[in-house]
């Protein structure tokens, strides 16, 4: 940071800028808030009920679940009894590598629906592409989207030949988000460019470092001399 000082200084000053209504618009059109909740291992014991209205009673409007965590009917159960009409939160959530494949990916999404009590959610991620029938899966989400069962298509822990593969084999439907683990310690400067030349949101999970980093001296540093929060500058 002390050799950058202009790039510094800018990176901070777009920082400041951002606020819980800023969104980003995607490659399919359609825009999505740059922050969000994550309920990834908040408990389906009320804890991840209780978490997502907080959440939506002070600002935020992206809620991000998947199958993998357990939560949906929670997420659901929240997002009915925060009394926000539906066009105005932005639902993710994510197909698990167990549902990967011609048919399975349709039925889960569909399980998913049910869960979250929604006829539709704004964006689909497949979680990881560890299974290895990436392409079939990807089938099932384009024909969701088609059907008007997800508004964007994405991807989640893909790597630079992840989506190489993948544009290979249907370059008609670039993926609109990579959500990927990204914060200051963790830049994927490979992954992020390759997005950006493809025109994928890169979206980052666990940008705080899930608490680790917050007391780092040099991002202290920082924080004190431009008067901002640690946690702002993690993203």
């Keep these: 940071y002390h050799n950058f000082p202009c790039a510094e200084r800018r990176a901070i000053q777009y920082t400041m800028a951002l606020n819980l209504t800023s969104a980003v618009v995607l490659n399919d059109g359609n825009t999505m808030p740059v922050f969000g909740l994550g309920v ?104 969701a989207k088609e059907k008007g069962l997800v508004r964007s298509i994405g991807v989640s822990n893909f790597n630079v030949h992840h989506l190489e593969q993948l544009k290979l084999a249907r370059p008609n439907h670039i993926p609109a988000v990579n959500q990927i683990e990204l914060s200051p310690y963790l830049t994927r400067e490979e992954c992020v460019s390759h997005c950006q030349r493809e025109g994928i949101v890169v979206e980052a999970y666990s940008p705080l470092t899930k608490g680790r980093k917050l007391r780092d001296p040099v991002l202290m540093r920082i924080a004190e001399k431009y008067v901002c929060e640690i946690a702002s500058l993690h993203v």
């Design 40 to 143: 990834y291992e908040a408990k389906a014991n009320g804890e991840t009920e209780q978490a997502v209205l907080w959440a939506l009673k002070h600002g935020y409007r992206l809620i991000d679940t998947a199958a993998l965590y357990r939560n949906e009917h929670e997420v659901g159960s929240a997002l009915k009894k925060s009394g926000i009409p539906r066009e105005d939160i932005y639902v993710t959530t994510k197909v698990w590598d167990s549902d990967h494949g011609r048919g399975k990916t349709a039925k889960a999404l569909q399980d998913s629906l049910e869960k979250l009590g929604l006829d539709y959610v704004d964006l689909y991620l497949m979680h990881s592409p560890l299974k290895g029938k990436v392409v079939e899966t990807w089938d099932d989400m384009i024909d």
